[in-house]
């Protein structure tokens, strides 16, 4: 069944109310927590991002202490803002002087109001609370709760919760804006209300649950503090490309060695090595990737060591290379260029081949033929040629 719509023509506005006004210094630091930088940035200026950045909101204003103005001047510069509110002596207080700012202005037809502590909320945790905000309908985003609760008294176990049915509710919480903004009124005389859903339940309107996240967790403690600005230095993973390239001529033979496969064919390819051009291509690409030189460099064809060496031995030490780096090998993609042998029948093994000395599933191995329509050195049957693209994640911190 339909619920009544917000508003039946245009997406609803939407506003938000960041609650930043808590004195909260148990994380550390001296500071309200809001105002604490993880990474690069202030915890306040992250969850401005995060709702000022959303294309569902469109009005965002935060609700401050009045001592914080410098503070907050700071968290938000760049953000065209309106004004901050004045908070309260409470949360509670902080959220109806937000909502009143609203109802000064054009005021919205929905409302989500978010804890500033909660700087990491996903944008689908943002739109699943909208998609659930109605006209006769609040939402929360919640989380189930997972470990056994029990009820204790000092350190004296006297029980155990049932945990069915009981939830972890997070922000932001949405409501349509008239009845929570009366619900806000209403309650002004009570304290004890610790969330804004718990003010709707009082004044008798509906929430509902939505799916919370892990990651939208409420910055408390100075551990909160630590674990995360550790994850934030962590250096993240970024991809590189390397492009390889090689001929190799024909010489009088038997067979010759195409990505690691041996192929009978009335002709050897001639190399120092045993002339494997799709794993030298495919080599030099990988080192490309790294910025880590050619295969010469790393192989010098002066050196006897390397005289009729099976190629493999060039592909292992690039992977190698790249994972002294710190690096994984994403994928790669060959093509080999010829007239003949025909690749279609080998391509399977080759690709598995090539795997294998690389140590990644075949499905990041990519492996293409092509002629040369009988144009050019492979087109006359002189030589084999081979390309390959290799990309790599490698630690943005990498040497
Ligand atoms: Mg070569």
């Not at 339940?201 to 503090?225: P, S, W």
């Not at 045993?274 to 010469?296: K, Q, S």
């Not at 990644?360 to 081979?386: C, D, H, M, Q, Y």
């Amino acid at each position: 069944m339909a619920e009544p719509a917000l508003n039946a023509t245009d997406a609803p506005r939407v506003a938000a109310v960041i609650v930043a006004a808590g004195r909260g210094i148990r994380a550390g630091g001296g500071l309200p927590k809001q105002y604490r930088t993880i990474g690069d940035r202030m915890v306040l200026s992250r969850t401005v991002v995060a709702f000022a950045r959303h294309p569902r909101i469109d009005d965002v204003r935060v609700v401050i202490h009045p001592d914080d103005r410098v503070l907050y001047e700071a968290a938000v510069a760049g953000f065209d803002l309106p004004e901050p509110v004045p908070g309260g002596a409470t949360r509670q207080e902080s959220v109806r002087a937000g909502l009143e700012a609203l109802a000064a202005g054009t005021a919205p037809e929905a409302v989500l109001i978010h804890d500033a502590a909660r700087c990491f909320v996903p944008a689908a945790v943002i739109d699943r609370v909208i998609d659930a905000v109605d006209a006769t309908h609040g939402a929360i985003p919640a989380l189930p709760v997972s470990d056994t609760l029990k009820r204790a008294d000092g350190e004296r176990v006297r029980g155990t919760v049932a945990r069915a049915g009981l939830y972890r509710a997070q922000t932001p919480q949405g409501f349509p804006f008239a009845p929570i903004l009366a619900a806000h009124r209403a309650a002004a005389a009570r304290a004890g209300l610790t969330d804004d859903a718990a003010v709707a339940e009082a004044a008798g309107l509906a929430v509902r649950l939505v799916a919370g996240a892990e990651e939208n967790l409420k910055l408390t403690t100075e551990a909160d503090f630590a674990r995360l600005t550790r994850r934030m230095d962590a250096p993240r993973l970024e991809p590189r490309t390397g492009f390889g390239f090689d001929v190799h001529r024909f010489a009088p033979g038997d067979h010759l060695w195409l990505c690691g496969v041996r192929i009978a064919h009335p002709a050897t390819l001639k190399g120092h090595s045993d002339a494997d051009v799709a794993l030298h291509a495919l080599t030099d690409a990988l080192l490309g990737a790294i910025a880590d030189e050619d295969i010469g460099a790393h192989f010098p064809p002066s050196d006897p060591e390397w005289r009729g060496a099976p190629s493999h031995r060039f592909l292992t030490h690039a992977a190698r290379r790249v994972r002294e780096k710190g690096g994984e090998i994403a994928h790669c993609d060959i093509t080999i260029l010829c007239e003949a042998p025909r690749i279609g029948p080998h391509r399977a093994a080759m690709r598995a081949r090539v795997a294998g000395i690389l140590g990644i599933p075949n499905t990041r191995v990519s492996l293409k033929a092509t002629t040369t329509e009988g144009l050019g050195f492979t087109g006359r049957g002189e030589g084999i040629a081979a390309q390959a693209v290799a990309t790599v994640l490698l630690p943005s911190d990498a040497p």
